[in-house]
């Protein structure tokens, strides 16, 4: 079967084998994953739909470069899945790898700033702002699971942890150009801004000092691993058990319509608020439809993949023990920086977020070679090549990077949502992630994965709590669907 625009549609030959089915997930990403394994450990028989030929949405892992260097597509460290409740309790066999350092961060002239993963040893690096080091991240992390809980599931009540939560919001709640004045020096208040600009947002906003604790809190509390092989192990490892449990996945399957999909009471939707209004279709009252056509987009990224023959060649010996790094700066630059994304343009120095995985995980390359990744934010949809302004990053803080290179692989944000359609113009947090939609993602409600649709839900990174690996989308939305002992059949579109 194909759809009008000639691109095929409707189950492939080799699609389920009967139409059996309590609950249908359509995408497979870390919610959809993880959403599809507890329909099944709760005794549900479920079908798993991918649009791709491998599952794992931004959990996949290929040989984009050359033959034996493995790169992950999207996601590599992954805190989020250490501290996640949804992964807590599904207590997966999964190999994690971490580095020495968790995070880096290189200074101009001085030496890098080091997120490890001994608070103490953090603290001690900092000097004079230790202090202030222990008494707002160290804080966050002493918190523990029950503040992450709180965090990653924003509106459970009564919260895991309240008063955890009203400390780390103090400071968490405010933008980062404020929060970092905590601190005395250019080392901690870079630091912050670094992992802050995870958010993809203005860091002048609020909320934003908030990502930024948040992140730096799990390299103390949890680390910052790698998954051993490349994350595609861990979709994987979701994919066995849902097997084990009976469940069925059909890749190479694009849902245009929920017409499409076998009758089951339960369906879960691990896709973007667009592919929403579309699969949904005029089955959404007009309100809702007008509500979720409202969800703001947020910056997309241009990511460029290496095969290197040795080692990145940093300035400051001490990065080359960290899995992430950060290129931008100090804080002034990185606020900069992220404003003219936001504001739609492409700084000549921008932040990079680069990933060195052999350093915790030397099987993802041949023997004495390296993978490295490093991307940038960009306004979303960009068509501009930001190769050279990424490489310019590397080079100011490690000299000679680029004779070092022995292949890349460059996706900018329209390459990656042909990889990943939920990735919308490159936007890889599933929406804007700011003050106004923190929570109201996709629309402000009690349940926003819960639709108007009876029996439909939507449980990806458009979904409290927004981008990551914590599954927590799929979680809630499975949770919500299990609560309804027989919801009623979908109603055919109108």
Request: glycine share 12%; proline share 10%; charged share 20%.
């Amino acid at each position: 079967m194909t759809s009008v625009d000639g691109s095929p549609s409707g189950p492939p030959p080799d699609g389920p084998s009967s139409d059996g089915f309590d609950a249908v997930v359509v995408g497979s990403g870390p919610n959809g994953l993880v959403g599809a394994l507890r329909l099944a450990r709760a005794g549900r028989r479920v079908l798993l739909v991918e649009a791709g030929g491998t599952v794992g949405g931004g959990l996949r892992t290929e040989e984009l470069t050359l033959p034996g260097f493995r790169h992950d597509v999207c996601a590599t460290v992954v805190p989020l899945a250490l501290a996640s409740p949804a992964f807590r309790a599904l207590g997966l066999d999964v190999a994690h790898d971490h580095p020495p350092v968790p995070a880096a961060h290189p200074l101009d002239g001085a030496p890098a700033a080091l997120v490890q993963r001994s608070e103490g040893a953090t603290a001690a690096g900092f000097g004079r702002d230790g202090a202030a080091w222990r008494a707002s991240v160290g804080a966050t992390a002493r918190a523990g699971f029950p503040l992450v809980d709180t965090l990653l599931a924003p509106l459970h009540l009564p919260p895991a942890a309240p008063l955890a939560a009203v400390r780390y919001g103090a400071l968490g709640a405010l933008p980062t150009t404020a929060a970092a004045r905590v601190f005395r020096d250019p080392a901690a208040r870079s630091a912050l801004a670094g992992m802050a600009a995870h958010s993809m947002l203005d860091l002048a906003q609020p909320l934003t000092a908030g990502y930024g604790l948040l992140l730096a809190a799990l390299a103390h509390s949890v680390g910052w691993p790698v998954v051993r092989g490349g994350t595609q192990s861990l979709a994987d490892a979701l994919v066995r058990e849902l097997r084990v449990l009976g469940g069925e996945v059909v890749t190479g399957w694009h849902v245009r319509d929920l017409d499409e999909l076998p009758p089951a009471p339960i369906t879960l939707l691990d896709t973007s608020t667009r592919a929403l209004l579309e699969i949904a279709g005029d089955r959404l009252p007009a309100a809702y439809r007008r509500r979720v056509e409202r969800f703001r987009p947020g910056p997309g990224v241009f990511k460029v993949d290496y095969a290197l023959d040795a080692p990145v060649p940093w300035t400051d010996p001490a990065v080359a023990a960290a899995g992430t790094v950060h290129l931008g700066g100090t804080l002034p630059e990185i606020v900069d920086a992220e404003r003219a994304v936001v504001r739609g343009g492409h700084p000549e120095r921008p932040f990079v977020l680069g990933v060195q995985a052999c350093v915790a995980d030397p099987s993802r390359a041949p023997e004495g070679k390296h993978t490295f990744w490093a991307y940038c934010h960009v306004p979303n949809g960009s068509d501009v090549d930001r190769t050279a302004a990424i490489e310019g990053q590397i080079e100011r803080f490690a000299p000679g990077f680029r004779d070092r290179v022995l292949a890349r692989h460059v996706m900018g944000p329209a390459a990656l949502e042909a990889h990943n359609p939920n990735e919308v113009g490159g936007d890889i947090n599933g929406g804007s992630g700011d003050w106004r939609q923190f929570v109201s993602r996709p629309v402000l409600a009690r349940s926003p994965w819960r639709t108007p649709v009876p029996g439909l839900f939507l449980c990806s990174a458009s979904t409290p709590p927004g981008g990551g690996v914590h599954g927590m989308g799929g979680w809630e939305a499975a949770g919500l669907a299990l609560a309804v002992d027989s919801p009623a059949p979908r109603p055919a579109r109108r």
